[in-house]
Structures are given as C-alpha cells and as structure tokens.
C-alpha cells in the first residue's frame, strides 16, 4: 500500500526566502506525482504534475522535482511571498486514478 | 466553467440523523471521485466514479456510506445514521478522460459536516 508523508510539517520564513519542501512515497511505482495548494476553508488546487518519466516540472517561482528510485520529491519555491501562506500537500498517482495523499506542509510567510 | 460545486458548504446535524452531500463535477469530466479530509488520518479517497460507474469504493468506512451518480453531472454521498466521527471536510473532485494520461483531478470547495 502507498504511503506519502511530507517534512516539515510546519514552516514559517520571512519574506523572500527560497525554501524546499518535501514529499517521500513508499510505493516507486508511480504514474505521477502531484503538487496541490489548499487555503483555508477551500478546496485544492493542482500547482504541478511530474509524470513519472520525468525529473521535473516548472510553474513560474514553483520547481518540482522527482526521484523515482529514492522515492523523493520536492516542491522548490523561490522568492517566496506573504500570498504563498498555505498547505501543500503532495499526492502519489499510482494509475488507478486515485491519489494518495501526503499531510501536508503549512507554509507560513512572514512580511 | 465554474469548477466542481459542491452543496451544502457547512452541515451540522445531530447524530443519528441522514446526511446527503451533493457534487456537481465539470461539464465533459468523466471522472467523479469522493474525498474526505480529517486532521487524523488527512486526505483519503473514499469512492471514485466513471461515466456514472462505481469503479473503487475500497475507500467507503463502512455500511452507513453510500454514493449515487444518476447522471453525469450530479453525485451525492450520504451517511445514515451520522455518527460524531464521521466529522470532517468532505470533498469532491473531477477528472476527465482526454487529460487522463496526467490525472489532473479538480476539487471542489468541500463540505464541512460537523456531526453533534
């Protein structure tokens, strides 16, 4: 059974620091790995996909990236800004089209 | 397009009683899967739908769960009896076969039940 868990849970940084969050998945076989961002009282929204025979993805100041042997990934956010305050959280695709979820890193940015 | 939509955004009941959540998922999605969101256990799949088909309900706790999709653009959960431990966000997402290869899924703004 897949198994994601996130480190750190929690993290706060001040304005404009760059910062790495992180996602481990026991299962290698993966069809994808998922970025989401959940705000508070709302619903997720992708960020970015990395297929699994990909090393990464870019989205603007997002950078994704996956280690499919070591079972890694990390969600890279450069620059960061008080509006990237929220939950991330990462999600295994396995190829039955369900997701499995990690916990969740909450992103403080302080101004 | 205004995203999946769920009803009723807040639910508070007491126990014992018949709960039904709604979802209305993207027009054209054939997908339709079920979430649920606690602080103990986090984001777990409950019951996914293909063209209106049940396709995995490993995810359903238990009898008092169930799930209907009369049609491709209506999916209810239900609960009965609602028990407190059923108290979580519920959510909603879909998904659609062309962008399949990649799975993106989209979620709706959830239900919070919050069960007395």
């Known amino acids: 059974k897949q198994e994601v868990t996130q480190i750190p849970a929690a993290l706060s940084v001040p304005e404009g620091e760059n910062l790495v969050l992180n996602c481990s998945f026991t299962d290698s076989a993966i069809y994808n790995l998922q970025w989401f961002r959940q705000d508070p009282g709302k619903g997720l929204t992708s960020l970015l996909l990395?297929?699994?025979?990909?090393r990464e993805q870019t989205s603007g100041r997002l950078n994704a990236s996956l280690d499919k042997s070591s079972g890694r990934s990390t969600l890279y956010i450069a620059a960061s800004q008080p509006g990237d305050s929220a939950t991330y959280l990462c999600a295994a695709d396995t190829g039955r089209r369900a997701l499995t979820f990690g916990s969740g890193t909450r992103l403080q940015v302080q101004p | 397009d205004a995203g999946v939509i769920q009803s009723p955004r807040h639910e508070v009941t007491e126990m014992g009683q018949e709960v039904t959540l709604r979802c209305k998922p993207i027009?054209?999605?054939?997908?339709l899967f079920w979430y649920r969101q606690t602080m103990m256990r986090g984001l777990e799949l409950l019951i996914y739908f293909n063209n209106n088909v049940p396709i995995d309900d490993s995810g359903m706790p238990e009898d008092r769960f169930s799930a209907k999709m009369p049609n491709a653009s209506f999916s209810t959960l239900k609960i009965q009896p609602s028990e407190p431990r059923d108290s979580a966000v519920y959510f909603c997402?879909?998904?659609?076969?062309?962008?399949?290869?990649?799975?993106?899924?989209?979620f709706g703004a959830g239900t919070r039940l919050s069960v007395l």
């Open positions: 997402a879909s998904s659609e076969t062309s962008r399949l290869a990649k799975n993106i899924q989209y």
């Open positions: 027009s054209g999605h054939d997908y």
């Open positions: 990395i297929q699994s025979s990909q």
